[in-house]
């Protein structure tokens, strides 16, 4: 795990072994009659990825040199993987006759401190910060569509299994390659066998 991309271990592989340590009390929690949510922070930027295997510890690291922003590359390819994962569990809780909600949500565009990070690899960083500053939103906003997700009352249009919400606060589709299924169990059986090899 120490090789593994930074981006890649906080976006994906940190908030899987969160939901996998909790979801035991989430469904216990569930079964009483609690409303009961997963929310999951994707990205609109998941249809741009083009690099799209997810099935060894090589492909979690790819570099994506070729790319004009590579950190931003990194940043789509672990959002598709969290795509892949949200779309993975709410499938599988739904064979299970689970009565806890998957739902996966789009922040917007957010001029956020990882925005700055990637804005500053690049030549000339202050103007491509202020450029971006004209045209995103603050960080405070990258919030909403997730409190939305998680307190929406479940009548709500909007609000259904597995539903992909982007502001302002609607119920979106996602672009086929984070609903592959073949993709899907390619990620999940390589991070559970990444997992047991880290004894997690």
């Given at each position: 795990m120490a090789h593994t991309l930074a981006v890649f271990r906080f976006s994906y592989l940190g908030p899987y072994v969160f939901t996998k340590t909790l979801l035991p009390l989430l469904e216990s929690t569930a079964?009483?009659?609690?409303d009961v949510r997963i929310v999951n922070v994707g990205s609109f930027s998941h249809k741009d990825v083009t690099y799209l295997d997810?099935?060894?510890?090589?492909?979690?690291?790819?570099?994506f040199r070729f790319s004009?922003?590579?950190?931003?590359?990194r940043y789509?390819?672990?959002?598709?993987?969290?795509?892949?994962?949200?779309?993975n569990l709410a499938k599988r809780l739904t064979a299970e006759n689970s009565k806890v909600m998957v739902l996966l949500t789009h922040p917007g565009g957010?001029?956020?401190?990882?925005?700055v990070r990637s804005l500053s690899t690049l030549p000339f960083p202050k103007f491509w910060i202020w450029v971006a500053g004209t045209m995103l939103h603050p960080q405070?906003?990258?919030?909403?569509?997730?409190?939305f997700?998680?307190?929406?009352p479940r009548d709500n249009e909007e609000i259904s299994h597995g539903a992909y919400i982007c502001p302002p606060n609607v119920a979106s589709s996602q672009d086929p390659k984070a609903?592959?299924?073949?993709?899907?169990?390619?990620?999940y059986e390589f991070t559970e066998a990444l997992l047991r090899q880290l004894e997690v």
């Amino acid at each position: 795990m120490a090789h593994t991309l930074a981006v890649f271990r906080f976006s994906y592989l940190g908030p899987y072994v969160f939901t996998k340590t909790l979801l035991p009390l989430l469904e216990s929690t569930a079964e009483t009659g609690e409303d009961v949510r997963i929310v999951n922070v994707g990205s609109f930027s998941h249809k741009d990825v083009t690099y799209l295997d997810y099935g060894s510890k090589e492909a979690w690291n790819h570099k994506f040199r070729f790319s004009l922003v590579p950190t931003i590359s990194r940043y789509a390819y672990s959002k598709l993987a969290c795509h892949l994962w949200a779309n993975n569990l709410a499938k599988r809780l739904t064979a299970e006759n689970s009565k806890v909600m998957v739902l996966l949500t789009h922040p917007g565009g957010i001029l956020s401190d990882g925005s700055v990070r990637s804005l500053s690899t690049l030549p000339f960083p202050k103007f491509w910060i202020w450029v971006a500053g004209t045209m995103l939103h603050p960080q405070e906003q990258g919030a909403f569509t997730s409190v939305f997700a998680a307190c929406a009352p479940r009548d709500n249009e909007e609000i259904s299994h597995g539903a992909y919400i982007c502001p302002p606060n609607v119920a979106s589709s996602q672009d086929p390659k984070a609903m592959n299924e073949g993709r899907q169990k390619q990620l999940y059986e390589f991070t559970e066998a990444l997992l047991r090899q880290l004894e997690v």
